[in-house]
């Protein structure tokens, strides 16, 4: 096709995304899908040389909306150039250097600094500018189209974090931050919410641009400050010198900034951040380096865009959209019977996806999913776990309808709504629960039988009708050494780890029970406490509410489980198989009379005879508190080799140390005996 044509349609469609994104806060294709597009065009003008008038590659941001009061900003707010590769950010830094060169040159008297660099959070909500006059917040705006935004006051005055007065009052300067929606705010709200938020930035942007501030409020938006603008009276040398103004005023400053004198130091930092990034409670979509000293960027200047003394960083997208094509249901080991949504293939952060999650049936009316079959929707896709859908495109209820199975799709029974969930309770006879039973049993935490998986269960459920875990104790090698598959090897190698398995403690195995709501470590505290596998059965409700981290629901799963006379039965024949379920081995009374005894001790450094993890076992044993940082608390340290900043700090605080191995360990020896 004609490159021009190609371009005017981008341009298009880019443009209607551009207001469906900045001026709605309603995108209907993901940031990826949209950076596609983008970097499509800016190919093809470059390749043309040809730049079309209403290009979103000459402007920032989007058009106004109507009803708040245009706010003109006093300095230009700026998109960021990206980098979405290690090449890319290669050139912008070589471009950066000689720049710097190009200027030395010129003015050999008053040259630039060595490069430096800071690199911060690229935070994903919606830009702020604040203006303070005389130390009082008078404006707050959106960024709008760069030059004029919209004038949010009321609305950020929602923000508890934003400081409506701060200590500077020599005039005006303007700061600006990104408004964000906590995540773990987002998952609260939309417990609750009758239209739950596809996503914290939608989520921050269309809360800070609603009319109502109540609105506004109801979200509980936080923001970090991440520039000085512009200001009447005050200049800056530096990156950090602004951020200590910041802070001192009393914005709030993201912590994770790192500062760097070598350009690979700062890719190593970005691999860290990267890292962090699903464990950070708020959404980041990359990082921004910027570089350090303010007369280097006045050097460097700007295109009609963006600053060349910074760059953002892309990370890989973790939303995208794609088709919802059918919905099946998975009956798991408690009789849960699940969504799942098989999509259009699509690739999402380096992998091709094609399952989601859907939750329950809850959650499918909430997201409005009902009639969504065949439509668009978004997807997202968080650490390892397979991606979720977030809700669909557009409004419109114009798909297929998912149906709500009424009976058991592996047994037929017919199904119970409890909650947002459907339940099979075909417990004895539903062949997916009692192989994901059985499997669970056999698990790594639970009873830890080598070799087995989910596809022996349901061998041994469909050729030697296996229905419980108990009965795993009564096979032999004669039934074993006939089954597909299996040969005398594989029969004697599955004979043995289920034998070793009767040795499993009491807390593996009331975990490989499956007792409903129980995880690992209730079962570990349960374990510790009562000490014995008949007490914890005959526990009442009272006794289990009074212990740790149980609540009303977990006790009442406890006694329930037991109160099931076929659950009982099975645990008796276990035991008469010769499963064991020890007790835990009684804790070793802790010494109160050793040199440790009452001390605060902090381990650092490497030890070289045992580990850290050991030395502080000895150390508890013997009566000391260990704790993970120094001070003026801390009675004594134990430095290892390469001991660092707590070494320093202990010395400093004069605090005791001991720095030799040997010494250390022949003091542990000398106490414990
Ligand atoms: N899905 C869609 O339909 C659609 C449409 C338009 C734009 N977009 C997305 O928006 C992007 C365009 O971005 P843009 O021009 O609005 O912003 P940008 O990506 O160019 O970045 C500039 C913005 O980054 C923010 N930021 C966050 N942390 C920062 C920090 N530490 N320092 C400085 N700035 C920081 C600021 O708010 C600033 O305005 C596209 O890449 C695309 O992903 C999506
Ligand atoms: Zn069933």
Not at 365 to 382: C, D, H, M, P, W
Not at 406 to 420: D, I, N, Q, S
Not at 434 to 456: C, L, P, V, Y
């Amino acid at each position: 096709m004609d490159p021009k044509l190609t371009m005017e349609q981008l341009v298009a469609e880019l443009n209607k995304h551009n207001y469906q994104y900045y001026t709605l806060d309603a995108p209907v294709i993901s940031d990826k899908e949209y950076d596609a597009l983008y970097d499509q065009l800016v190919a093809l003008e470059k390749e043309t040389g040809m730049t079309l008038p209403d290009s979103p590659t000459q402007r920032v941001g989007g058009e106004l909306l109507k009803g708040f009061v245009q706010h003109r900003h006093l300095a230009p707010l700026w998109s960021l150039d990206k980098a979405q590769n290690i090449e890319q950010l290669g050139s912008w830094n070589a471009r950066a250097v000689r720049l710097v060169q190009d200027y030395n040159k010129k003015n050999p008297d008053n040259p630039l600094p060595e490069l430096s660099y800071a690199v911060e959070l690229k935070f994903d909500g919606l830009t702020l500018n604040l203006t303070y006059t005389n130390g009082r917040l008078v404006q707050a705006a959106t960024r709008g189209n760069g030059v004029v935004g919209e004038g949010i006051l009321p609305q950020i005055k929602t923000i508890k974090s934003v400081p409506l007065s701060i200590p500077y009052k020599d005039g005006t300067i303007e700061v600006q931050g990104e408004g964000i929606m906590n995540l773990s705010v987002l998952e609260e709200y939309n417990k609750t919410a009758a239209e739950p938020l596809k996503n914290a930035r939608n989520g921050a942007a269309g809360a800070l641009r609603n009319l109502n501030p109540k609105v506004t409020a109801e979200r509980r938006l936080n923001a970090y400050f991440y520039n000085v603008g512009y200001s009447d009276n005050i200049r800056f040398d530096s990156h950090k010198e602004m951020m200590d103004f910041l802070r001192e005023n009393h914005f709030k400053v993201n912590p994770y900034i790192t500062y760097f004198d070598n350009f690979d130091d700062v890719m190593e930092q970005l691999a860290e951040i990267q890292e962090r990034r699903s464990s950070l409670d708020y959404l980041i979509d990359g990082a921004v380096i910027k570089i350090v000293d303010m007369r280097t960027r006045e050097a460097l200047g700007y295109t009609d865009k963006f600053p060349r003394w910074a760059v953002a960083y892309k990370f890989e997208a973790e939303e995208t959209t794609t088709v919802l094509e059918s919905v099946s249901w998975n009956v798991g080991r408690t009789g849960k019977v699940t969504p799942l949504a098989r999509v259009e293939a699509v690739e999402l952060a380096g992998v091709t996806v094609q399952n989601c999650t859907l939750n329950n049936v809850g959650d499918i009316e909430r997201k409005n999913l009902k009639y969504a079959l065949g439509t668009r929707v978004f997807i997202r896709r968080s650490n390892d776990v397979i991606p979720e859908i977030l809700g669909k495109v557009t409004e419109e209820n114009d798909g297929g309808e998912i149906i709500y199975p009424e009976h058991c799709p592996a047994c037929g029974f017919p199904l119970e709504m409890r909650g947002a969930h459907l339940f099979c309770n075909n417990k004895l006879n539903c062949r997916p629960q009692i192989i994901g039973r059985i499997t669970h049993f056999a698990s790594r935490d639970a009873m830890d039988i080598e070799t087995f998986s989910d596809k022996t269960a349901g061998q041994l459920y469909d050729e030697l009708n296996v229905h419980e875990a108990a009965e795993l104790y009564e096979l032999t090698f004669e039934q074993l050494v006939k089954l597909d598959r299996f040969g005398e090897k594989k029969a004697m190698n599955l004979l043995e780890a289920i034998e070793k398995s009767k040795g499993r403690d009491l807390a593996s195995f009331l975990y490989a029970l499956g007792i409903p709501n129980t995880g690992k470590s209730t079962a570990k505290m349960l374990a510790d406490h009562y000490r014995d596998l008949h007490a914890v059965m005959k526990a009442d409700i009272e006794e289990l509410i009074a212990l740790p981290d149980v609540g009303g629901i977990v006790a009442e799963s406890i006694v329930n489980f037991f109160a099931d006379p076929f659950v009982v039965a099975g645990i008796e024949k276990m035991l008469s198989l010769g499963v064991q379920a020890k007790a835990p081995e009684a804790p070793q009374a802790v010494k109160t009379d050793s040199f440790f005894s009452g001390k605060t001790v902090v381990l650092t450094g490497t030890l070289h005879q045992m580990t850290r993890d050991e030395a502080s076992a000895q150390l508890e044993a013997l009566g000391a508190k260990v704790t993970g940082s120094v001070s003026a608390k801390t009675d004594l340290l134990i430095a290892g080799e390469k001991a660092g900043s707590k070494l320093a700090k202990a010395k400093q605080l004069g605090i005791q140390v001991i720095e030799d191995e040997d010494e250390f360990i022949r003091l542990l020896n000398e106490e414990a005996n």
